[in-house]
């Protein structure tokens, strides 16, 4: 069976078919969201500090399109 390892939390999950991993290639939602989360943050950092203003703005676009 093939295997991987969790991008984010190194766990080696064994799936049987692709289809059994909705989240691949995490093992969890848990691990994908985290890793998007860790993402998002890097990349607003690269842009600079993030004012309380533009902090709004991406919290309103949170709730929309998900
Ligand atoms: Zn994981």
């Excluded at 999950?13 to 991993?21: A, E, F, G, L, S």
């Excluded at 093992?27 to 943050?41: H, N, Q, T, V």
């Amino acid at each position: 069976m093939p295997g991987i390892n969790c991008p984010n939390c190194k766990k080696k999950v064994i799936y049987r078919n692709i289809k059994d991993m909705p989240h691949f290639p995490f093992c969890s939602e848990r691990c994908k969201l985290f890793d998007l989360g860790a993402w998002l943050d890097e990349r607003y950092r690269i842009e600079g500090p993030i004012s309380p203003e533009a902090l709004s703005r991406i919290e309103k676009k949170g709730g929309e399109n998900g």
